[in-house]
């Protein structure tokens, strides 16, 4: 197997295992389990910090290290976990759009 096969199947693997995990810790829909949400307070107003944007964050930091170190497996699986939250947070949510509360 190439080694480009390797990381693409190793970032599948991180993709399926964090959507595994977001179902049972974030939910299947928005309120699911609001309990978990992430909110931060800025000038007297809360924003809803959405796991699709950290997953967004994380996948343009994980781009950046990729192009100083090279393809790695573990930037491969940080590249297929970022992207499964970027999935499961504009596939599973209605309010993804949602930053202000």
Known sequence: MSPNQTNYIIALCGFVLV????FVFAGRFEGDKSGNSIFITLFNQSFHLH??????????????????????LLLSVAKGVSIGFIFHGLTFYLDYFKIGI
């Open 19 to 22: 959507n595994i995990l977001l």
């Open 51 to 72: 796991h699709w944007l950290i997953g967004l964050f994380s996948l343009v930091v994980c781009l950046i290290f990729e192009q100083y170190i090279g393809r790695n």
